[in-house]
């Protein structure tokens, strides 16, 4: 255990190996021309002749760039639905406070229709109140009246009589 120590320079190397072996200029050369010949092999449905080792790069590669664009695209979406949340908030936002202010119209219309209501109930009941003064008022002076009258009847009669 005390003699294994990491050494930077033989990790760098070996990450090295990995990403790129000794290659021939020919295989170089075969890279190169790879996409086309690609193309061309998947065309004609024949399998390509290049090294496996170049094909699971490709692979790799394609696997890769499908990848990043599955990413790129699964973010956008995101984004999408996040504005399209925030833009769907800010109108339902928009909406409560547009039945807020008709709830709170409709109340205040409502109130001024109560107090409407009871200011007509008050003179109602003021002109119901002078009428039924005045109707007594008038009982009472006809009563007094009429009892002034069999007042002066009696006395007369009394007269006559005595």
């Known amino acids: 255990m005390q003699g294994q120590h990491f050494d930077p320079e033989q990790g760098r190397a070996a990450t090295q190996k ?9 295989q170089l050369g075969d ?8 193309k061309k092999m998947k065309a004609a449905g024949k399998p390509t ?11 790799l590669q394609d696997f890769l760039e499908q990848q990043h664009w599955l990413d790129v695209q699964r973010q956008e979406a995101t984004e999408r639905h996040a504005q399209e949340r925030l833009a769907f908030e800010r109108q339902w936002r928009q909406l409560m406070q547009r039945l807020e202010q008709e709830r709170l119209l409709l109340e205040q ?12 109930e ?9 009428l039924l003064t005045t109707l007594l008022n008038r009982l009472l ?3 007094y009246v009429g009892n002034l009258s069999n007042l002066d009847e009696a006395r007369y009669k009394a007269r006559m009589t005595g």
Do not use: Y
């Open 49 to 59: 002749s290049s090294s496996t080792s170049g094909d699971i790069r490709g692979l």
């Open 109 to 120: 219309a409502c109130m001024e229709r109560e107090e409407q209501r009871r200011v007509r």
């Open 18 to 26: 990995l990403k790129r072996p000794a290659e021939s200029s020919a």
């Open 141 to 143: 002076q006809d009563d």
């Open 31 to 38: 890279e190169e021309q790879l996409p086309a010949r690609r």
């Open 122 to 130: 008050e003179a109602r009941a003021e002109r119901r109140d002078a």
